[in-house]
């Protein structure tokens, strides 16, 4: 078993929709978690960091740490056709420098 | 602006070459990585390093070897290429605890 699982999708949307991207883990000690996004043919940028458990929005995206399910989700409002990319889930424990990723979500918002 | 810069965006090398792949970070970051991506398999770290001359294995090291001789620079070396190390090669800087890894624009290498 992966220690980072989460569904590669694709996950096809119209423009205007509420997106929900999930990923599962096993390491109880994960700690920080991340969300990245990726266009194609480019490095990923980071989008959204939370540390352990709760909530964090920024303008249309929203994190959400659940540690005792050992899930976390980025919520996507109001979606537009240039949020179409692959979003990936990382995480890592307290001490270490390591990122653990997801697949990655190929997510495409059509107009 | 941070700023990761691989040397080069495409490569096709022969297998069996020795192909050198370099990383540049102008923000004094104390780490560095080398991740591969792979359809289906996400991002796998293939070696980090968290201060100049050391490096750490990552998940999948065979292959591959790394030398940071100076902070702001981190190589991969793939000592003989081979066709199965056909793939996206991504490298990433950061501070010590790492609350952001700012990425490259990855390598695209072709072993034919």
């Known amino acids: 078993q992966k220690e980072v699982e989460q569904d590669p999708g694709p996950l096809s949307v119209p423009e205007g929709a509420i997106v929900s991207l999930n990923c599962t883990y096993s390491?109880?000690?994960?700690?920080?978690f991340m969300w990245y996004r990726q266009y194609s043919r480019k490095g990923p940028e980071l989008l959204m960091y939370?540390?352990?458990?709760g909530n964090k929005e920024d303008g249309r995206f929203t994190a959400q740490v659940d540690k005792s399910s050992k899930y976390i989700s980025l919520f996507i409002r109001d979606s537009q056709p240039s949020d179409s990319a692959t979003y990936l889930c990382?995480?890592?424990?307290?001490?270490?420098?390591?990122?653990?990723f997801g697949t990655g979500t190929r997510l495409q918002v059509f107009p | 602006d941070v700023k990761v810069t691989q040397s080069s965006r495409y490569l096709v090398k022969r297998t069996g070459e020795k192909v050198f792949l370099e990383c540049v970070q102008d923000?004094?970051?104390?780490?560095m990585f080398w991740y591969r991506q792979d359809p289906g398999l996400g991002l796998r770290l293939i070696y980090f390093?968290?201060?100049?001359?050391?490096?750490e294995k990552g998940d999948i090291p065979e292959g591959y070897s790394v030398s940071r001789e100076k902070k702001e620079r981190f190589s991969l070396i793939l000592e003989s290429a081979s066709t199965n190390q056909t793939s996206m090669y991504l490298c990433?800087?950061?501070?010590?605890?790492?609350?952001?890894?700012?990425f490259g624009q990855g390598t695209r290498l072709t072993v034919v």
């Open positions: 990433a800087s950061s501070p010590y605890q790492i609350t952001e890894a700012f």
């Open positions: 390491n109880s000690a994960f700690q920080y």
């Open positions: 939370t540390y352990s458990s």
């Open positions: 990382a995480m890592r424990e307290v001490g270490t420098d390591k990122l653990i």
């Open positions: 923000m004094d970051h104390e780490n």
């Open positions: 390093s968290y201060d100049v001359k050391m490096k």
